[in-house]
């Protein structure tokens, strides 16, 4: 059993900036990467950013320069810094733990957490 607790998501004026954490716990193995997808409403979900065990990271073409994953194997959490957010992000945002970067994503997932960026 794997359970994946997500946390730090709120509402943000654009430009701000929110951290998202994501902490595994269960049978798991952190030798598997992590990553954070989102969904937006009436859109499919899409993969944010990906973090494999050796540090190797994947964004999204949307989020390149403002988005930071990072990951703390210790402590089997995976971070996501967001800076300069745009409406556009608003999202839930899910963890996710040894999936894909392409559909069908797979892995385990988390519950979601809301980012809302409005002014």
């Known amino acids: 059993q794997v359970h994946l607790v997500e946390s730090g998501g709120g509402s943000v004026q654009p430009g701000g900036s929110l951290r998202l954490s994501c902490a595994a716990s269960?049978?798991?193995?952190?030798?598997?990467?992590m990553g954070w997808f989102r969904q937006a409403p009436g859109k499919q979900r899409e993969l944010v950013a990906k973090?494999?065990?050796?540090?190797?990271?994947n964004y999204a073409d949307s989020v390149k320069g403002r988005f930071t994953i990072s990951r703390d194997n210790g402590k089997n959490t995976v971070y996501l810094q967001m800076d300069n957010l745009k409406p556009e992000d608003t999202a839930v945002y899910y963890c996710?733990?040894?999936?894909?970067?392409?559909?069908?994503?797979?892995?385990?997932w988390g519950q979601g957490t809301q980012v809302t960026v409005s002014s």
């Open positions: 269960g049978s798991i193995s952190m030798v598997y990467g």
């Open positions: 996710n733990l040894g999936g894909r970067i392409v559909p069908p994503f797979g892995g385990y």
């Open positions: 973090i494999t065990s050796g540090g190797s990271t």
